[in-house]
């Protein structure tokens, strides 16, 4: 892969350094946080822990809901308005054009990533198959080892989850090891690691910065908080800039701008046709 300017991670730590105008965007002051959005992160704080999210990797490796395209795929989401999001209330589907447009804007060149700006919110497909959206949605986070301030809501959200009373899960690292990676650590269930177990199964072409932005793009506690490095590997770190760099094309669209899906449809399907052609089981 070769070497392009990306945004420096750090950059992401000092908001009042980046994005000063939108500094609105993602505001959970508890004053201001619509309900929908309070109700959804304390019910995904109570409920996601070691047990839940070992039972629905199971239920959804067995990828027996179906087969379909990724257009076909995309065109559900235009029933899905997400629960956890304050900034938006609007379908998915059109979040899905906007982010991939603003990559296609900076990264012209890199038809890969601009597929990744659309596809990156597919796996909330769970919801159309009926999953509550605290399953489906919001940041991400490890589960089997102690939550971190920077997580949405903080402890207090996490009062009643049982792996917070658990001696073997509450700890700092938890049933992990110092910087074990990512790849062995088990993230709260939702969007992310559908899709990218999707992808993994139906054997897609998109390079690994791609899947690595699909399958930790929603886990804000590493890549904009600072957090849970000590049980990152050294790739991890490696793959963190290309997740901060599609982080700010996945936030920062989210405008009401509505993007024209019919005229942007030819171009969008010529990259599914290259990278994730027919149908995928899921």
């Known amino acids: 892969?070769?070497?392009?300017?990306l945004l420096d991670p750090s950059e992401l730590y000092r908001p009042e350094k980046v994005h000063m105008e939108k500094q609105a965007l993602r505001n959970y002051n508890h004053e201001s946080t619509p309900q929908r959005v309070k109700n959804t992160y304390y019910t995904m704080h109570t409920n996601q822990c070691v047990d839940f999210v070992k039972a629905k990797v199971a239920e959804y490796s067995r990828f027996d809901k179906g087969e379909m395209s990724v257009m076909e795929a995309l065109d559900k989401l235009n029933s899905v308005i997400d629960e956890s999001d304050p900034d938006v209330e609007f379908p998915n589907i059109y979040h899905a054009y906007q982010t991939a447009e603003r990559v296609r804007e900076k990264h012209p060149d890199k038809d890969w990533f601009q597929l990744t700006g659309l596809i990156h919110d597919l796996g909330k497909l769970l919801a159309v198959y009926g999953e509550p959206q605290w399953s489906v949605v919001g940041d991400t986070f490890p589960v089997g080892c102690a939550i971190v301030?920077?997580?949405v809501f903080g402890a207090d959200s996490f009062k009643e989850n049982p792996d917070t009373k658990n001696p073997k899960y509450n700890t700092r690292l938890g049933i992990y090891k110092e910087n074990c990676g990512l790849e062995r650590v088990q993230m709260s269930w939702g969007h992310d690691e559908y899709l990218y177990q999707v992808l993994k199964e139906n054997k897609c072409a998109l390079p690994e910065e791609a899947l690595y932005a699909v399958r930790y793009h929603s886990f804000y506690p590493w890549h904009s908080g600072g957090?849970?490095?000590?049980?990152c590997s050294n790739h991890d770190a490696e793959m963190l800039e290309w997740i901060v760099e599609f982080n700010q094309f996945d936030l920062y669209s989210k405008t009401d701008d509505i993007?024209?899906?019919?005229?942007?449809r030819p171009y969008y399907q010529t990259l599914v046709d290259t990278y994730c052609p027919g149908k995928l089981r899921w």
């Open 1 to 5: 892969m070769e070497k392009v300017e």
């Open 149 to 151: 301030p920077s997580i």
């Open 227 to 231: 957090d849970y490095k000590y049980l």
């Open 259 to 264: 993007p024209d899906i019919e005229k942007l």
